[in-house]
């Protein structure tokens, strides 16, 4: 077996055996240091076999035997660790090669020790002497990163609430709840890190059901790091959550619930079979753009990566899981939360699509700031590698702007100032773009007056996200500045100081 690196220009002989989780920990190794983006487009890592790579055939899993579910939680409560549980539980990869937070892999998730991308793993895992096929996503904590936790929820019909029994519910454990119930999900309620000293399991019960009306019998207790009770919740996630809908259908719907770019490939498509089947070989078209034709030339699974899935031809089914590659270039031609149909029955099945739920789901960006190339002559390469990154993040928004010393660059509307602070070193790790980067600013809005300058601006309000945007003074009538209306929830003795500082941030009761 040869490892070819096109950019250290190396090659490394290796007497090792054909086998698929040699090659994973020579990946896994990689992905210490890289991200998933830099081992597919800096490294090129090329692995060139003899023997054919073992494939993964998922036709013996009909709608009823598949489970779609998302582990939702506040930062810190275990999401990741729950994860590397499954994994490990499951067989799908060996105990001594399990690292920490498996899925992130991600090189700023593995620096901040954050997830901040939805990561998906298919698991096998057998029940009463049935296998099941178990669609996992792994979703981050952080209110910054709540778009990829919403976007996760279109793709299951359960979720996994948890909460660690020594911090209690927290403020992302309410929003993530209201999410996965908006989306009729089933939620099974469990509570992570017993082993803990600390832990107050009886307390956190009673939060759980005055606050969600879930009953101490039917919450899970379980321990991430050590592995108690895990067999069992991956029991009741067979019995509790449903299976996906078993439509009976020829024709072919799928929504994309996440994209991101390769070199050698292009744009690839993480999608959910909600009718018919997928197979290599067939002509298909994306609801954004229904003028392109592509065609299948690879389905892969996540298991915890990319394995070719088998079959004669190779076929994803309805309820499951994968990864598309079709030669997708333009980064116009598929978006997250497209549906894709056969070109054959698109004209029919297109015009009747109502929009998907992750398609509706619209970001709110809190946070802007603009973005310009070190030198100016890297507009073109800069705007290039932004819209890759796009691909991956789609709740940024990006318009061009210029700049009379800076030059051409980017407005770009963030969630948060971490959300910023991980896009920036992202587009630095993966891209290795260095950017001029201004100082954040909130949007306001204005209120302004007179006919003529309503119909010049086409609106008697606007939104600023920048100082030179604004209009004479004079036609102005009100400033509005950002607010927030939400719930505090806290003990009593710490009531007088969260009084005080909302008070000090002119905060109204």
Not at 226 to 252: A, H, W
Not at 447 to 453: D, F, L, P, S
Request: aromatic residues 8%.
């Amino acid at each position: 077996m040869f490892f070819l690196f096109r950019r250290s220009l190396v090659v490394l002989k290796c007497s090792l055996k054909n086998s698929l989780n040699q090659i994973e920990s020579i990946r896994r190794i990689s992905l210490t240091r890289f991200s998933r983006s830099s081992i597919n487009d800096d490294l090129s890592i090329k692995i060139i076999q003899d023997s054919k790579i073992e494939t993964i055939d998922l036709s013996r899993f009909d709608a009823k035997k598949i489970r779609n579910f998302c582990v939702i939680a506040h930062i810190d409560h275990g999401k990741s660790t729950l994860s590397d549980r499954f994994i490990e539980m499951t067989g799908t990869v060996a105990k001594d090669q399990l690292e920490e937070q498996f899925l992130d892999n991600l090189q700023v998730e593995r620096e901040r020790g954050i997830t901040v991308k939805a990561q998906t793993c298919s698991l096998f895992w057998n029940y009463k002497n049935e296998e099941y096929l178990l669609n996992l996503i792994d979703t981050p904590g952080h209110v910054d990163f709540s778009y990829e936790v919403w976007r996760s929820l279109s793709a299951c019909e359960g979720a996994i609430l948890l909460v660690d029994a020594n911090s209690g519910v927290q403020a992302q454990t309410i929003a993530h709840f209201n999410h996965a119930l908006l989306s009729d999900l089933v939620i099974i309620p469990v509570l992570n890190k017993i082993d803990l000293k600390n832990a107050d399991i009886e307390s956190t019960l009673q939060q759980l059901k005055k606050l969600f009306e879930f009953t101490p019998e039917e919450t899970l207790k379980v321990s991430a790091k050590t592995g108690l009770g895990v067999e069992t919740l991956l029991n009741e996630i067979v019995e509790r959550i449903p299976p996906p809908p078993e439509i009976k259908s020829d024709q072919l719907k799928a929504v994309v619930f996440d994209l991101w770019f390769e070199k050698f490939k292009g744009i690839i498509l993480l999608i959910r079979v909600i009718e018919g089947q997928i197979k290599i070989g067939d002509r298909i078209r994306a609801s954004s753009h229904t003028d392109k034709v592509h065609t299948v030339k690879e389905l892969n699974v996540l298991h915890p990566y990319q394995k070719p899935i088998g079959g004669n031809p190779p076929t994803l089914y309805a309820g499951q899981v994968g990864v598309v590659v079709a030669n997708i270039n333009d980064n116009a031609d598929v978006t997250i939360g497209d549906y894709l149909v056969h070109d054959d029955d698109a004209d029919e099945l297109l015009k009747d699509l109502k929009e998907s739920k992750t398609k509706s789901l619209k970001s709110n960006p809190m946070v802007f700031a603009s973005i310009y190339p070190c030198e100016k002559a890297n507009f073109n390469d800069l705007k290039k590698n932004l819209q890759k990154l796009l691909l991956n993040d789609c709740s940024v928004q990006m318009s061009q702007e210029s700049h009379i010393v800076l030059g051409n660059g980017f407005k770009l509307g963030f969630l948060g100032l971490l959300h910023m602070e991980v896009f920036c070193q992202r587009l630095d790790d993966e891209f290795d773009a260095p950017v001029v980067i201004t100082a954040p600013s909130v949007p306001y809005k204005i209120k302004i007056k007179g006919e003529k300058n309503i119909k010049q601006y086409k609106s008697d309000e606007l939104i600023i996200t920048n100082a030179s945007q604004l209009p004479n003074p004079l036609i102005i009538t009100n400033y509005y500045e950002p607010m927030v209306k939400g719930t505090i929830i806290t003990p009593d003795g710490f009531l007088n100081s969260i009084t005080s500082l909302c008070m000090d941030r002119r905060g109204n009761k």
